[in-house]
């Protein structure tokens, strides 16, 4: 780490500005903002072009006092922040964290003291707010937030309008123009905004620690205001967060860039939470086999599937043959997966946890666990050493729906007991991920998605929606979507079901998300014998879910994707379209020098009708080649890129 500070006393009430290495980013911040002249406020500029200005930054406290208004800023320092850092998974292997760093001190009238840290990065700008330890402001009940974000026009978005703050983040994303988030409306984050076409940012948060999860809603009278709103604590005191000084809050962060698919590429995040609190040696992540989504179907077995060891021995198996890591024994294991008041460390009949591990570890397969959060909350101190002692390597937790202080809190006590007994954890019924996964890498995935689960009840899991994904909820870190279905279907033909569900969109299409969607945990939804003899199977037993580097080539949010990912000496490369069929050029520039061999996974020329049709083919490629990516309607196109052995004969690509 390279840091370099100077500290500077501030006789006059100059705004600041903290500007991004590249150049490109500045943000400003001044006390003599806002309407009334003396409010807290910030404005950023990209490439000349506003994100956003004069908008309102402070918290508001129970008392009623606002620390915004009137604060006197006394002194600034200033730092460079220049460290590269890895973790056992991720979109990159090696991660750089470079950013200029702005401390500005501030009092107000009543000898009140706030910190501010402003961060620009060449990916976007983050700030935060610090209590220092103090007299004047001990107890610290806060209500909400006066943090804005005001954008300079009525632009484009994409967002999750939500009814409630008790939520899975699991429903349709919403395209709009910014005028149509009101006061009434509450947005999740991550909310993409396209400030021009050259323009576009991401309004989000990292570290959350301690503290009430953010949303956005609009500000009364001003079309493209927003204003942050916190979860309220459970306790229904109208406060959001109950804390004391010193105390410094989760970082408000807008990624930045010049089109949506270097978002994609951006560590902004990580580079925002503290570094690795664990050993990580023992952290392995792998793709699973899954016995829920697809029914516990058990075809030509003999025996009917059900929640038995008979069953996940079955699907251990396939893992087995696959080459997968893990077996996921989800919900009914215990008992009634509903009811929070069970008991974890006991099993049904019909199941020996024990034996399936012995069982699965002979096949150099590991178990993962489903489990109720009421009951984990409970229980963890017990069940978590005793799933290390029969060999469990990991958690699913599920239910929470919820991002209040209380429940960020317990999700990172989970993490951190699931840690001391080398278990790995998936939330479910989750909020969006803020990056805590640097400080604990053990939490190596969650949902916080409507995922590939709701085709066994809705229409509503479509190839817009996955075209949107990559650029909003994916945006803030892996995401346990559980693709790979491989009943598939065109619009017309499909059908809910609860067994053996069908999936929208071509073949291709699920084997491309496997590239597309980012999850160092990445379910084979399907059950064994839907997989067994299928074009695509080869694919799914070769695609990594850890990545050493990763590039998106092509990008129209909500309409296609391209996304090109780098394991050890291969690339993978993945792309996907809504319902409108696609002809896309992807320069192979990415690839660096040498010849490559493509395996190439492509739509069929009657995927219209037969959404399972899937053309294979072998070419010779280089960096300085442009593949052509057909895809038909819900299309999808996945390629294997590996290098070629020495005198190689295979045709080069056209």
């Known amino acids: 780490m390279i840091i370099l500070a100077l500290f500077i006393s501030c006789g006059t009430q100059k705004p600041v500005s903290v500007t991004s290495p590249n150049g490109r980013i500045t943000v400003t911040v001044t006390t003599k903002g806002g309407e009334t002249g003396a409010k807290l406020s910030y404005s950023v500029l990209f490439d000349g072009q506003a994100i956003v200005t004069d908008s309102p930054m402070g918290v508001s406290l129970k008392d009623g006092l606002t620390l915004s208004e009137s604060m006197k800023l006394e002194s600034t320092s200033n730092v460079t922040i220049n460290e590269t850092y890895t973790m056992p998974y991720g979109k990159t292997a090696e991660i750089r964290n470079n950013c200029n760093e702005t401390f500005l001190f ?13 961060r620009a990065y060449d990916d976007g700008i983050a700030f935060r707010y610090v209590f220092p330890q103090q007299d004047a402001l001990s107890a610290l009940d806060i209500t909400g937030e006066v943090t804005s ?12 309008h939500l009814n409630s703050f008790t939520t899975s983040y699991e429903t349709d994303y919403t395209m709009a123009t910014l005028k149509n988030i009101t006061p009434d409306e509450l947005v999740a984050l991550p909310l993409l905004v396209k400030v021009s076409d050259t323009a576009w940012t991401a309004v989000t948060e990292a570290n959350l620690t301690d503290y009430a999860g953010m949303y956005l809603t609009g500000a009364a009278g001003k079309s493209g205001a927003l204003t942050a709103v916190l979860s309220p604590h459970p306790d229904s005191s109208g406060v959001a967060v109950h804390t004391r000084a010193p105390r410094t809050t989760p970082w408000r962060v807008l990624m930045i860039a010049d089109n949506p698919g270097r978002l994609v590429e951006s560590n902004i995040l990580l580079n925002l939470n503290d570094p690795c609190a664990i050993d990580t040696s023992w952290i392995k992540p792998g793709k699973t086999a899954w016995d829920w989504w697809s029914g516990q179907v058990v075809k030509g077995a003999g025996f009917t599937g059900k ?4 069953t996940m021995k079955h699907y251990i198996d396939f893992a087995a043959e696959m080459g997968l890591e893990y077996m996921l024994v989800d919900a009914g294991w215990y ?15 019909e199941i020996d946890v024990p034996g399936l591990v012995k069982y699965a570890n002979g096949k150099n397969v590991d178990i993962i666990l489903w489990i109720n959060w009421r009951s984990t909350d409970r229980q963890m101190n017990e069940a978590f050493p005793l799933y290390q002692s029969w060999g469990v390597k990991g958690v699913k937790v599920d239910y929470m729906n919820r991002d209040d202080q209380e429940m960020v809190n317990f999700y990172h006590r989970t993490v951190k007991k699931a840690a001391e007994h080398k278990l790995v954890v998936d939330f479910h019924g989750a909020y969006k991920p803020t990056g805590f996964r640097r400080t604990y890498p053990n939490l190596i995935t969650r949902e916080g998605v409507m995922g590939l689960e709701y085709v066994k009840w809705s229409d509503r899991i479509t190839p817009d929606h996955d075209c949107i994904l990559p650029f909003t909820r994916m945006l803030a870190g892996p995401m346990d979507y559980t693709p790979g279905g491989f009943s598939n279907t065109p619009k017309d033909q499909f059908r809910h079901q609860n067994k053996e569900p069908m999936t929208m969109g071509t073949r291709c299409h ?35 879910v850890t990545w050493d580097d990763t590039k998106v080539p092509e990008a129209a949010v909500g309409n296609y994707v391209t996304i090109a990912r780098k394991h050890r000496d291969e690339w993978y490369m993945g792309s996907i379209c809504d319902w409108t069929p696609r002809e896309l050029d992807i320069p192979l520039s990415f690839l660096g020098g040498g010849d490559y061999v493509a395996e190439i996974y492509a739509d069929g020329g009657d995927t219209a009708v037969n959404a399972e049709s899937v053309v294979t083919s072998t070419v010779l490629v280089s960096a300085s080649d442009t593949m052509k990516v057909k895809m038909g309607p819900g299309g999808g196109h996945a390629v294997r890129f590996f290098p070629a052995p020495a005198n190689s004969n295979l045709p080069r690509i056209k």
């Open 106 to 118: 501030l009092i107000d009238s009543g000898n009140r003291r706030m910190e501010m840290t402003v």
């Open 149 to 160: 974000f005001n954008f300079t026009g009525d632009h484009d978005y994409w967002g999750l």
């Open 307 to 310: 929640m038995d060891d008979r």
């Open 335 to 349: 008992g009634d997966h509903a009811d929070g008041k069970e008991d974890i460390t006991t099993m049904i009949p």
């Open 510 to 544: 699920q084997l491309a998300l496997y590239v597309i969607f980012e999850s160092p945990l990445q379910m084979l939804v399907d059950y064994p014998e839907n997989y067994r003899g299928k074009t695509g199977i080869e694919f799914l037993r070769r695609v990594p």
